[in-house]
T-cell receptor
Framework: DAGVIQSPRHEVTEMGQEVTLRCKPI?????LFWYRQTMMRGLELLIY????????DSGMPEDRFSAKMPNASFSTLKIQPSEPRDSAVYFC????????????FGDGTRLSIL | AQRVTQPEKLLSVFKGAPVELKCNYS??????LFWYVQYSRQRLQLLLR??SRESIKGFTADLNKGETSFHLKKPFAQEEDSAMYYC???????????FGKGTKLTVNP
């Protein structure tokens, strides 16, 4: 099992451009989470889904950020337009339901906005 | 509001010495506490959770509700324990995790 798969691993783009991050969760997992990691703020939950439905998006910083989960095996996090302060490592994680289940993380996408 | 505080950004010990990584939390309800670890060039992964009362790789952590703490301890540190450690909290029945900012542990030979 390859685990949670994220793409791309690295992304460098100019401010104002649209950025799309992708995630494939572990098959059979009900929950999918998007996190952002920065030096200043640490690891922050942006949004999470249960059975493809967004449950809590209170961590999404602003309207420039959007996330979708069109099916159980794919999710995207989109930033449009991107800004330099969006530079961070973005992680996707998935888990089974049932309380206290471990979250399985992907390798992350290192995003740099110039 | 839920909050997790890891007061030490960096912690350095010698091999064979005891190690304690501190974690304090703020939450009025029934918390569930976790420790996650990220070794160099590996993914962030669960190390242990308080409900399991388990010892993983020699590490233990006890939930102290009076002191609102969940410190991670190991009596004899090994070089392979060098990693980034994150304490995390969720409310009972919720899948949402709140993470501390992490402590980078370095075990010197």
């Amino acid at each position: 099992d390859a685990g949670v798969i994220q793409s791309p691993r690295h992304e460098v783009t100019e401010m104002g451009q649209e950025v799309t991050l992708r995630c494939k969760p572990i098959s059979g997992h009900d929950y999918l989470f998007w996190y952002r990691q920065t030096m200043m703020r640490g690891l922050e939950l942006l949004i999470y889904f249960n059975n493809n439905v967004p449950i809590d998006d209170s961590g999404m910083p602003e309207d420039r950020f959007s996330a979708k989960m069109p099916n159980a095996s794919f999710s995207t996090l989109k930033i449009q337009p991107s800004e330099p302060r969006d530079s961070a490592v973005y992680f996707c994680a998935s888990s089974l339901s049932g309380g206290s289940q471990p979250q399985h993380f992907g390798d992350g996408t290192r995003l740099s906005i110039l | 509001a839920q909050r997790v505080t890891q007061p030490e950004k960096l912690l350095s010990v010698f091999k064979g010495a005891p190690v304690e990584l501190k974690c304090n939390y703020s939450y009025s309800g029934s918390p569930e506490l976790f420790w996650y670890v990220q070794y160099s060039r590996q993914r962030l992964q669960l190390l242990l959770r308080h409900i399991s009362r388990e010892s993983i790789k020699g590490f233990t952590a006890d939930l102290n509700k009076g002191e609102t703490s969940f410190h991670l301890k190991k009596p004899f540190a090994q070089e392979e324990d060098s990693a980034m450690y994150y304490c995390a909290l969720s409310s009972r029945g919720s899948e949402k995790l709140v993470f501390g900012k992490g402590t980078k542990l370095t075990v010197n030979p």
